[in-house]
């Protein structure tokens, strides 16, 4: 197996603004799945290609700096 690389990354529902963090595992075989909104329904973020996002959490407080990628990162 190659060595996995996760990243956590932070969506915004489009429907109500709630805000998600999931973390993508970079995989050698392609993948694709989506992500439903547990508020409101709506598809918060939808993925194909090399990786997989799992373990999505709802983000009660904002962290200081928004949007901010954190972890290892080699794209
Ligand atoms: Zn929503």
Request: hydrophobic share 35%; charged share 15%; aromatic share 14%.
């Amino acid at each position: 197996m190659a060595n996995s690389l996760w990243t956590i990354e932070e969506f915004a529902c489009p429907g109500c603004g709630m805000n998600y963090s999931a973390t993508k595992e970079a995989h050698s075989e392609k993948h694709s799945g989506s992500f439903r909104c547990s508020v409101c329904t709506a598809e918060v973020h939808a993925w194909s290609g090399n990786h997989h996002f799992f373990d999505w959490k709802a983000i009660q407080s904002r962290p200081p700096v928004f949007g901010r990628r954190w972890g290892v990162s080699q794209w």
